[in-house]
């Protein structure tokens, strides 16, 4: 009898656990994207650069992850775009001030990186970060 009478309160209290967790979600928006300025670590290859960007970061968030790369070629330059996945803007009490978070990609590129001048196309107008001007 008792554990009868314990499983309605279980289903209870399950079902108002999933409807806060919803209405937490619900009020965390959704996340944005914005474009990632980076700059070169290392040339990893012939054909492969290792990239890097930072952007500000809340203890507590899911981590920023890069959501899409665009390569541009034109002659010897080559255009690289990151797009980044941020959290939503943050609405509580985060620990958020000065904190940045570092992004990195390796890309593999279709030419030799030495045969190529690197820009990030994320500034307009683009700005050369490879070799260093």
């Known amino acids: 009898m008792r554990r009868r009478a314990g499983r309605p309160i279980r289903a209870a209290g399950l079902a ?10 619900a009020g965390c928006g959704e996340g944005r994207e914005e474009p990632l300025p980076w700059q070169v670590i290392k040339v990893r ?12 970061f809340c203890v507590g968030e899911p981590e920023p992850t890069i959501s899409e790369t665009t390569v541009r070629y034109e002659g010897k330059n080559v255009y690289i775009g990151l797009t980044v996945d941020l959290p939503p ?25 030495s045969d190529s001048v690197l820009f990030d196309s994320s500034e307009d107008p683009p700005a050369q970060r490879w070799p260093e001007p």
């Open 16 to 25: 108002a656990f999933v409807a806060i967790g919803a209405v937490l979600l």
């Open 45 to 56: 290859g012939a054909h492969q650069v290792w990239i890097s960007g930072s952007v500000p």
């Open 89 to 113: 803007e943050p609405t509580g009490e985060y620990l958020c001030a000065g904190v940045e978070r570092i992004v990195n990609a390796t890309l593999r590129l279709q030419r030799k990186v």
